[in-house]
């Protein structure tokens, strides 16, 4: 079997994120799209959403698509979310060829990840264009340890991000657009991102 981990805070999931899915699944001919929620992301110092919400909102989000699954691996260990420590533990409960989903702008530092060099060893990287740092830029720049395992996944950028939303649902600006309905519909009857 091969699996796509698409890793994330995810706060909220957007149609952004299943582009990404979507295109990992297609070029690389993937079994499953395994959407990881982090617990808490040791790179970012933004409150999130709480886990609950955040897992739930994923749950609906992919609620449609035979292909993707979620995991709440990360969120049910606690602690900071490395994502050696997941694959590592996905490996051991569910063998197989894995994939790891990132972007350019993720995929440029990933020799300050703990373990990377490990990590390495159990995935390769499906890795997406992101604004401001190339597939080439990125792929020339680190060592063969990585750039040997990297395949670039072709896709138009989407202008959405998890930040956009929050920021438009704050101050009242349509976001829809953006969400799967079920997503949308938790987000308001949940009051989320409003304060």
Do not use: C
């Amino acid at each position: 079997m091969k699996y796509g981990i698409l890793g994330g805070t995810f706060d909220p999931p957007h149609l952004g994120h299943r582009a990404i899915a979507d295109a990992a699944k297609s070029t690389l001919e993937l079994d499953e799209v395994i959407w990881i929620p982090a617990g808490r992301n040791p790179l970012k110092t933004r409150k999130t959403l709480s886990a609950r919400h955040r897992m739930a909102m994923v749950e609906l989000a992919v609620a449609e698509h035979d292909s993707f699954s979620v995991s709440d691996i990360e969120i049910s260990r606690g602690g900071p979310s490395y994502t050696y420590d997941t694959i590592e533990e996905l490996h051991m409960v569910q063998p197989g060829e894995y994939w790891l989903i990132l972007g350019t702008d993720a995929m440029k530092d990933i020799e300050k990840w703990r373990k990377a060099e490990k990590l390495a060893e159990l995935v390769r990287f499906a890795v997406i264009e992101r604004p401001g740092n190339t597939y080439d830029q990125v792929h020339g720049r680190l060592p063969q340890t990585f750039s040997e395992r990297m395949k670039r996944i072709s896709m138009t950028t989407s202008p959405v991000s998890s930040s956009n939303i929050r920021e438009g649902i704050h101050y009242g600006r349509p976001v829809e657009q953006w969400l799967e309905p079920a997503v949308w519909q938790y987000i308001n009857e949940n009051g989320l991102y409003i304060d």
